[in-house]
């Protein structure tokens, strides 16, 4: 008869046989297997799981091109590469890859999730024209509204405490930037305000967003990715609240702008233009309403904390070099003459050292720092120089990108001079010298499925910064977003803004505090 012992061994032996033929497997003959790596990375997409959801992907990638060179296999069926040769053939147009599966978990229906490149350039149709040019004039006004208000706001004292020569209290940038953002976005797409600069009554969601971002970014690695509703709720309890409070939300946008169309057929938003748009072949709506509402989802995440993140990485940064402020300041404040002349065109254009700041800052906190992954098309792609089979997963990480010191000396140093002519040197070498560098310059990812809102993202980025300036002046008010000694790899810079890499990044701070200007 058999025994309780020899049922254990068996069971057992069905259990691990599998999992050590699987190991073998992936570190013998899998098409991967020639790739440096972490050991464990090679193995299981757990590694990748656990700096996902620690935020430290970004300086974990960094440390793993440092050792093993410009393509490390990340997890098992992915690699990663670091240069601007291969970020060109992943992300460039034309390519032959597509986004990876794990984009499933944004819904595959939605402009950032779709992976069928047909759905994907019919959707695209719809949503362009509300981020093009004239779309953006239109949205200005809009935008410089909210600047407005983050003004009045950032620069009061809210303490009980009686100002000191005019200095408001120190102000957390992240969250009054995301403040602003959130409200310009709802204004934007949904011509509503959540009104997040002037109530504390929807703070709540940008803690929603946070959460959002994290999960997706573990998402993005997690391997039992068909289970990922279920699997979430049992491993990472803390976070699977997140997508349900974003569709309560999304669905209580939806349904308060549809109310408005109804009362007011004028009204003109990126809303409108998705939500009504037709098939022009069925004459039926071209988005479901999920994809509706899933797109309403997107265009309020994707639009907030990322633009929101760079403006405090701006003030960050400027708050920190005395020459950069007093250059910029100077520059903007002698180009316009009257507040209400800050508007997009040749005079802000002119503004090269702000624009340089912003550049830098970019450089140094991207938003999007972990891999944007991708899945390699049937037949296979080149990648630098290797050749890819289909079906695997390639990517490269943003921030790694932005930190090869071929392209940017002293790559963890942020010099914002790097961005500017020269005037002591050859102008055409200083222009090569720029042009060259800007191939490892890639904050809005490039190619077919680049930011949509590129142009408006740099209008928010350059006029909220411009206004500033004008109206007031700034300064550092502590330590918070700094890096320390202490902290781990990476994390120990004092000159450095330090962030999470979740799907998008998340910073905290800095503090700053602002005083008005005679003007
Ligand atoms: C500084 C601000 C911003 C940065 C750095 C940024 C960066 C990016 C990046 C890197 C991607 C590619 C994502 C991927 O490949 O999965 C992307 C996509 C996207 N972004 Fe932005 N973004 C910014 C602001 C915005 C704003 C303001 C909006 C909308 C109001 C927006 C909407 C989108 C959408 C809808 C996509 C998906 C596009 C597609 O797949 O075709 N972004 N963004």
Redesign the pocket.
């Known amino acids: 008869m058999v025994g309780f012992q020899e049922i254990v061994v068996a069971a057992l032996s069905c259990i691990t046989a599998p999992i050590i033929l699987l190991c073998i497997y992936r570190l013998t003959l899998h098409p991967y297997a020639k790739y440096p790596g972490p050991i464990l990375a090679k193995l299981t997409s757990l590694r990748a799981v656990h700096y996902a959801h620690t935020g430290n992907m970004h300086l974990d990638i960094e440390r793993c091109h440092q050792k093993y060179g410009k393509f490390v296999r990340y997890r098992p069926n992915a690699i990663i590469v670091n240069s601007p040769d291969g970020y060109q053939d992943i992300?460039g147009n034309g390519k032959k890859v597509k986004?990876a599966r794990s984009?499933k978990v944004?819904g595959m229906t939605?402009?950032?999730?779709?992976q069928d490149k047909k759905e994907?350039t019919k959707?695209?149709k719809i949503?362009q024209p509300?981020?093009s040019d004239s779309a953006n004039r239109e949205h200005e006004p809009k935008l410089i509204r909210e600047i407005d208000t983050f003004i009045e706001k950032i620069s009061e004292n809210e303490t009980s405490e009686k100002a000191t020569d005019g200095w408001s209290n120190p102000k957390n940038m992240t969250l009054w930037c995301n403040y602003l953002?959130t409200d310009?976005?709802s204004n934007?797409?949904f011509t509503t305000s959540w009104d997040l600069l002037t109530s504390t009554t929807n703070h709540g969601i940008t803690e929603t967003f946070k959460t959002i971002v994290r999960l997706i970014g573990v998402l993005h690695q997690w391997p039992i990715l068909d289970y990922y509703e279920l699997s979430t709720i049992l491993f990472l309890p803390h976070l699977a609240w997140s997508p349900s409070s974003l569709r309560k939300f999304s669905l209580s946008v939806v349904a308060c702008r549809y109310d408005m169309g109804e009362k007011d057929t004028s009204i003109k938003d990126?809303f409108g233009l998705f939500s009504s748009a037709k098939d022009p072949d069925t004459g039926e709506s071209a988005l479901a309403p999920l994809d509706v509402r899933r797109?309403a989802a997107?265009?309020i995440i994707?639009?907030?904390d990322?633009?929101a993140?760079?403006?405090a990485a701006t003030f960050f940064y400027l708050a920190r070099n005395p020459t950069a402020y007093s250059k910029v300041a100077q520059e903007v404040r002698s180009i316009f003459h009257s507040a209400s002349d800050i508007r997009a065109g040749p005079a802000l254009n002119h503004c090269v050292y702000l624009r340089a700041a912003i550049n830098e800052s970019?450089r140094m906190a991207?938003?999007?720092a972990q891999p944007?992954?991708?899945e390699v098309d049937p037949g296979g792609c080149m990648v630098d120089g290797e050749t890819i089979p289909g079906g695997l997963n390639v990517g490269a990480s943003?921030f790694s990108l932005h930190h090869l010191s071929d392209a940017f000396p002293d790559p963890y140093k942020w010099d914002f001079e790097r961005w500017i002519v020269n005037p002591k040197k050859d102008e055409e070498a200083e222009k090569e010298r720029i042009k060259e560098m800007s191939r490892s310059f890639?904050?809005?990812?490039v190619g077919?499925?680049?930011?949509?809102?590129?142009n408006?993202?740099?209008m928010?980025?350059m006029l909220t910064m411009a206004s500033v300036f004008y109206r007031l002046d700034f300064e550092s008010a502590g330590k918070l977003g700094e890096g320390k000694k202490g902290t781990g790899w990476g994390r120990e810079r004092e000159e450095e803004f330090q962030f999470k890499s979740y799907?998008?990044s998340y910073m905290v701070g800095p503090m700053i505090r602002f005083r008005r200007r005679e003007i």
């Open positions: 992300y986004k984009y944004h939605n402009l950032i999730g779709i994907y959707q695209k949503m509300g981020f953002t310009v976005v934007v797409i990126v797109n997107n265009f994707a639009g907030s990322t633009t993140s760079s403006i970019l991207p938003v999007a944007l992954w991708r943003i890639a904050p809005f990812s077919p499925r680049q930011c949509i809102a590129k408006f993202a740099l928010e980025l799907f998008t």
